[in-house]
Each structure stands twice: as C-alpha cells, then as structure tokens.
C-alpha cells in the first residue's frame, strides 16, 4: 500500500511538471485528489491492516495529498505569472511612437466675427450682456417704443408663439432688460449679441434666423459725437485703417435721430465697384440716439440721462469681409466652405 501511494504520488507530480496550461493543472487536482481519485481507493483498502499499521498509513496518505495539492497550488502560480509576462510583452506601448494626428475643425465665421466685435468692444470698456431668445412683446417692441399697431412693426415679421410672446426679431430687447435692471442709474454701457429670428424667406441675402450685436451706452451728457466717434473706430478695425464712415438719416422706432450708417468701401477705397455697387459706400448697421421715451420706460430720467445705441449683423460684416455671396452658406456646414476659416 505504501508503494502504491508512493508511486501515484510519483505519477501525479510527472503529470504537474509537464502541464503546461491551467486546465491541465485542474484534471491533475481532480484526477488524483478528487473524491473517485486513486488516493482515496488505496485509503479504502485500510480496514485490512493492523490497528499499528493503519494510523501510519493514514499520516502516510495525507502527505502525499498535500505534496500534490502544493505542487498544483506552486504550478498554478507559475503558470499566471508566465501569462501575466506574456500578456505584457504582448500588449507593449512603444511610448515613443508618434501619435495619430487630431483633425481640428475651424472656427465658424459667424464665431470668429462675434468674438472680434466683443473683443473690441470689451477693450472700449463694454460689458457683454444677453438675453431670451423667446421674448415678450413687451420687451422685444412696446418698451422699444413701438407699441401694439405700430406701423413700424411690420419691419419685423415675427413669429409669435401666443399673442404675447415671441422669438425676439432683434436683439434691442436686451437693452431693455439691462436698463431696467441699473435701475435708473448709469453709467451703461454694453453690447448684446444672440441670434434672432424673422418670417423671412430664405434666399441668398436673408435668412429667418440671423444673429445681431447690439451696443448700447447711457450716461450723463452723451451726444451724436460719442456714437459716431465709436462707430468710426469699429470700421476702422473691422475694416481696415483707412476706413471712413457716413451717417444717412433713418427711422427706428426707439432711437430719434436715427441714422443708416455705411462704411466707405474696403474693396475700392470709395471709387465704386462691384462691392459698393459703384457708390464707394456699404451699408453696414443703424444706430442713433435712445429715444426718450425708451429711457424713461425703462426707468431712466430722459432730462439726466442720454445715450446712443446700434445694431448690426453678423451675417452682414462676415459677407462683406470675407466676400462670402449667399447666407445660406453660414447655416448648411459644408465642410468645404467652413475649412476656408482654419486659423494658423
Ligand atoms: N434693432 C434694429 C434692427 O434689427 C437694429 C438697430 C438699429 C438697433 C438702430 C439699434 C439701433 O440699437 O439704434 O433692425
């Protein structure tokens, strides 16, 4: 019996030795130690032997039980740690690779402009403000002067979600919101830029959604000579330098005087061409001086307090600085047309 144990002990350990996988490992374990095993057979020829022989024989079997189990248990060891190696070699990172390139987008035109003008006007002292774009009628016309019936609201055709509620036709409802909230006191002076939308038919010059910057300032004694020197600084550096600028009187409903203003054109130098249809002007924003009542519905003292304000569209400046021909061009995103804004 003891050669027995002795000699399946021997064939256990071979098999451990020459396995080379866990599974294998696992049909030694449950092929020599497993309750049907051979060990446990030899164990049941016991009852034969003598009460002095039995409990050596006993000892006998549980040594070589635990001589295999810690054989598996040193194999199964092994056998991860040679799997864990392998896995790494395999799954090396040369660190030293160049990666694959990023594909970077470009700024939309409509960004890059927007961006401009609030950088410049951020520089002149504006602070940036905004607005809902689903609006009052209140805020987007009656506090601008215009109140129900006006006539002047035809200018804007709006769509409107109840009787009393609108997506904003401009973005003068900001100036509005922002006088109310300084409560009657100035210094005020901000631009609002956001998108707007009117029932317009699309085609190459007008969209039913646009986006505007609008500007405003109110102070004690502010005159025309504040806007216009402002205005004048704005064409120069979205123009070019040698940019001058022309005030044509106009109508708008919150501002009195109003005023149309072109800028001479950046093509030509004022001559005439195609871009200023031979006028050597290009009409770029309006603007004008608040309007009283605007003020004082607003809760300012229209005796203490003037101001001046303008309004203009992104569209518009981007289509004459980058000589871009139809507006449908800012809104489909065709990669072609968008890739020409990349910047160094
Ligand atoms: N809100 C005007 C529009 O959409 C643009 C405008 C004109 C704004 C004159 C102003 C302004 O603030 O003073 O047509």
Redesign the pocket.
Known sequence: MKEELKQLEKEALDKITSADSLKEVNEVRVAYLGKKGPITEVLRGMGKLSAEERPVMGALANEVRESIASAISEKNEALEQAEIAKKLEEQAIDVTLPGSPVKLGARHPLTIVTEELEDLFISMGYTVEEGPEVETDYYNFEA?NLPKEHPARD??DSFYITADTLLR????PI?VRTLEKHKGKGPVKIICPGK?YRRDNDDATHSHQFN?I???VVDKNISMSDLKGTLELFAKKMFGEDREIRLRP?F?P??EP??EVDVSCFKCGGKGCSVCKQTGWIEV??????HPNVLEMSGFDSNEYQG??????QERIAMLKYGIDDIRHFYTNDIRFLSQFKQA
């Open positions: 601008l200018m804007q036709t401009q973005t003068s100036q707007v505007q609008e500007g405003l106009s708008f919150f501002t109003s005023v924003l309006g603007a004008g001086m608040v001046f304000a303008f309004g203009m569209g």
